[in-house]
């Protein structure tokens, strides 16, 4: 990772980077920024996470396997703790001390399903505190889980899921229709801590979506927390009491390629998992991948042009805080409030 593609403030974000159930007896290899770390849950449930290297040979630890509570490389058997400090070098005679070697070991912790890490400098004490719209979601409350790989930049796959100007296009009828725009009012409030959008005018939407499982809004709003800076989240509340909150995660492997995992959280509405899977995702892995095609082909030709700065107007509404927390020179965001009238 170097800062002439990274913000650096995005090291102390947290980044979810796999899904917790398929996290067993078996280490995993994920990547963040560019870097190849090595996940395991170890018998005593405790999470591990390492740089996916041995400091030996520089095998991946990744090919190893658990022993109790360490990870064993698969070449000469050197073990490590959930620390990153070897434990055992096998072949030493049993008077002899074990060196002192360290492999780098990150902040990782399971939330919601996921698990997340920190791209913080290993060494550097940090907490998970997740922003209030991720941390509110009651218990229980998840649908489905899903994630897929998409060839984009995650800053790009960021604005397309917090861009509602895109749908009449991309998802034609589907989301909303082009020729159904209504005037919508929308307020942006931008602090510290991340981004609210709240959406004012639009009870009903245009697209069959909406006809086919929800009824008339009372709260439509967008959020986006720095303390997550690769996590969106978009809620909508209804006048019967329920709510639907769809959170997408664009964990960035590297620069050109981002892990996408989405969940949908559903509250005082008969929504049983099963019929979800059975009738309601159908219709949204099509919006999905619709998305991941649009922004693979935009991640595509930016690459044949060269990266260039886009042209935005008011309308790109999430645009500004997306650069002050991913391009390399972000300026610090500013806090405040603008209202925006647009047409949905």
Not at 218 to 230: D, K, L, N, S, Y
Request: glycine residues 6%; contains cysteine; aromatic residues 10%.
């Amino acid at each position: 990772m170097t800062a002439a593609v990274w913000n650096p403030t995005l090291l102390r974000g947290w980044y979810p980077v796999a899904e917790a159930h398929r996290l067993r007896d078996t280490p995993m290899r994920v990547m963040l920024f560019g870097r190849a770390v090595v996940l395991a849950r170890l018998p005593s449930g405790k999470l591990l996470a390492l740089d996916d290297r041995c400091p030996h040979r520089q095998v991946p630890l990744s090919d190893g396997a658990l022993v109790g509570e360490t990870l064993q490389c698969k070449y000469h058997g050197w073990t490590f703790g959930a620390d990153g400090r070897c434990t055992a070098i096998p072949g030493l005679c049993p008077s002899a001390a074990v060196p002192t070697v360290q492999v780098s070991a990150w902040h990782v912790f399971e939330h919601d399903g996921l698990i997340w890490l920190s791209a913080r400098p290993p060494g550097e004490a940090g907490s998970a505190a997740l922003p209030p719209f991720l941390s509110r979601l009651p218990t229980g409350s998840r649908r489905f889980l899903w994630s897929r790989l998409w060839l984009a930049r995650p800053a790009d796959a960021l604005e397309n899921f917090l861009d509602p100007l895109h749908t009449h296009l991309v998802h034609p009828g589907l989301v909303r229709s082009h020729g159904a725009r209504q005037p919508v009012t929308v307020a942006i409030t931008q602090s510290a801590e991340g981004l609210q959008v709240d959406y004012t005018g639009q009870p009903q939407q245009s697209g069959l979506l909406y006809r086919l499982f929800e009824s008339p809004r009372t709260v439509e709003c967008a959020h986006f927390g720095i303390a997550t800076p690769a996590t969106a989240q978009i809620e909508y509340r209804y006048a019967n009491g329920s709510a639907l909150v769809f959170t997408l995660h664009f964990t960035p492997e590297d620069e050109m390629r981002t892990r996408v995992f989405a969940t949908l959280h559903v509250e005082n509405r008969w929504a049983p998992a099963w019929a979800v899977r059975w009738f309601v995702w159908p219709f949204l892995y099509r919006v999905a991948e619709q998305d991941r095609r649009i922004v693979e082909a935009q991640a595509a030709n930016s690459v044949r042009f060269g990266r260039q700065d886009g042209i935005s107007t008011e309308l790109d509404l999430v645009r500004p805080m997306l650069d002050a927390v991913w391009m390399p020179n972000g300026e610090p965001v500013r806090a405040g409030q603008r209202v925006v009238q647009m047409w949905l």
